[in-house]
């Protein structure tokens, strides 16, 4: 490993790449044709140590990557579980590299000029990137900073929907060691809530942007702060309804995949908004939304509404704004209730589809509109039967899914329906007679 990494092996292998646009590349067979130096074993011991410490420290980064296996907490609480300082880990990092260059070269035999040469060119293909390769790394945000505080704000989110575990933040959970290099990779992180755990507020997937609510998250939010002794920001709640999703989007997206998992699902002024939880969606959960949060939420307005109403000319200049908002949220509680009713008895997502399929017959309550145009597009390929490998598409299309299945064997095996493809005739083969002597 230490071998592979070194800037020496990096070179002989981009002189093995024929074309420009490979240079960024690491083919099998180029990888395999590149030698691989004799060294003693005082070397060996080297490069071993060196590979060992730089894989644990560059782990130790990921420690506060959400979206990492080696996730742990947040930055703003991450010291607590021992030291983390990531400029003097980069510091590290850099002399290890160090370290193993000058073993590698000395190994395969490299002269100061053959060096200089190395480190001068190593790292300089980067303006042959292909524009695929450069689009590709467009929404990449894997390499962007994340601020502190929102950091913390959108652990908190995930421990109040089931996610994270808090206890690592309180100490009455211990971190777990370490692992090794070649270990396989955990089904969760060590931040992520254990099976069997008892999480921190328990609910049905859903919870509400709804202050006074039982399962309101801004004010979750805040109790998971209060309960590791973290700063909770002023307004919690002004975070959590104009910069939450966009910070969300981008932290779970790379490259062309963009996979949110907390879905805000709003009215058109975002007066009202349910917030579901992508793992743990079902065909009932827009039942619930429906059975458990915007009826009675439609039915207080409507009883508040009508006591304001029946106050008349005794309405206070207050009491008119505030029968204004009510009457507006009681249309659109309206509208809300009836889109989902639409949607509910044939809404059958399957995780298997992915984030982006399961969310696109939803697209019109997400008031994000980047997030909400690439939900339109995805839908309108679902109408037109561009993903029919699709299960929602066969809980929708069943009979156009289930012909295609006749012709298209990788369809039918998709959909579990092998028994419907229909194998094609062989072809006759011609048969040429004797030319003509004439």
């Known amino acids: ?25 690491f083919e099998v067979g180029v990888v395999q044709n590149t030698p691989v130096p004799e060294c003693t074993e005082v070397q ?4 071993v140590s060196a590979a060992r410490r730089a894989w644990s420290r560059k782990r130790t980064l990921d420690y506060t990557e959400e979206t990492s296996s080696a996730f742990h907490l947040p930055a703003a609480l991450q010291v607590r579980l021992g030291d983390y300082d990531p400029q003097s880990i980069e510091s590290e990092l850099t002399d290890i590299q160090t370290k193993v260059d000058e073993t590698a070269f000395k190994l395969y035999g490299f002269s100061e000029a053959d060096r200089a040469a190395a480190l001068g060119s190593h790292g300089s293909t980067g303006e042959d990137v292909s524009d695929e390769d450069a689009d590709d790394n467009e929404d990449d945000e894997s390499a962007v900073a994340v601020d502190q505080t929102d950091g913390l704000l959108s652990w908190a989110t995930g ?19 370490e692992p090794e290099p070649f270990d396989p990779l955990p089904a969760k992180s060590p931040g992520m809530l254990p099976d069997g755990a008892e999480p921190f507020h328990v609910h049905s997937g859903i919870l509400v942007d709804d202050q006074g609510h039982p399962n309101d998250v801004a004010r979750l939010i805040e109790e ?5 002794d973290a700063p909770v920001l002023a307004d919690v709640r002004r975070w959590l309804q104009r910069d939450f999703f966009p910070f969300h989007l981008k932290q779970y997206s790379k490259s062309r995949r963009k996979a ?3 879905w805000p699902l709003s009215t058109p002024s ?18 619930t939304a429906l059975n458990d949060f915007i009826e009675p939420k439609l039915k207080q307005v409507c009883h508040d509404a009508s006591a304001l109403r029946d106050k008349g000319g005794a309405r206070s200049s207050a009491d008119e704004k505030d029968f204004e908002a009510l009457q507006a949220l009681e249309l659109e509680l309206i509208e809300l209730r009836d889109a989902l009713l639409q949607i509910a008895p044939t809404y059958c997502p399957n995780h298997d589809d992915g984030v982006q399929i399961a969310a696109a017959p939803l697209w019109q309550f997400f008031l994000h509109k980047p997030w909400q145009k690439v939900l339109k597009d995805t839908w309108a390929k679902l109408e037109k039967g561009d993903y029919d490998w699709a299960y929602l598409a066969m809980g929708y299309w069943p009979e156009r899914v289930r012909e295609k299945c006749k012709t298209d064997k990788s369809l039918a095996i998709a959909h579990d329906l092998e028994e419907l493809y229909v194998e094609p005739q062989p072809k006759a083969r011609k048969t040429h007679g004797k030319k003509s002597t004439a």
């Open 260 to 262: 949110p998992i907390y």
């Open 44 to 47: 060996r011991q080297e490069l």
């Open 159 to 177: 421990v109040a929907f089931g996610r994270f575990d808090w206890r690592l933040a309180t100490g009455e959970r211990a971190a777990p060691p």
């Open 270 to 287: 975002g007066s009202y908004t349910l917030w579901l939880y992508y793992p743990s969606l079902t065909s009932q959960t827009l039942y």
């Open 224 to 228: 998971v702060l209060a309960r590791v």
């Open 1 to 25: 490993m230490g071998i592979l990494n070194s800037k020496a092996f990096a070179v002989l292998v981009s002189l093995q790449l024929a074309r420009t646009e490979l240079a960024q590349s």
